[in-house]
């Protein structure tokens, strides 16, 4: 974790304040660095999805196969998996998806 000291006395010179806007700098780099690598934020959310027992190709377009996605919303009961007997002529773009049963229009978190 990056600690911050902001306490710093209000008559600084310029040298000061640059140090502290370069150290400041340095932190927000360091910390968005970390979150960058978090694979879960480097997602798009697809909403309107609409899907059934018959699996669909879904467009993502992440420009890599998607690790996973959660399901964010739903309009009725079903579970959605991805279904690997469906042919992906591009899992960069596109990811196989179907519900266990019956038909529901989705948004999912994919990433």
Known sequence: MVAFNFRKQLAIKDDQIKGLLNETQDGILEIASSLNQVALL?????????????????????GFAPRGFILVDKTSS???YRDTSLLNPNDRKFIALRTDSGSATVSLWIF
């Open 42 to 62: 480097q997602g798009t959310l697809l909403t309107g999805v609409f899907l059934s027992t018959s699996a669909s190709l879904v467009a993502h377009n992440l």
């Open 78 to 80: 079903v579970d959605v």
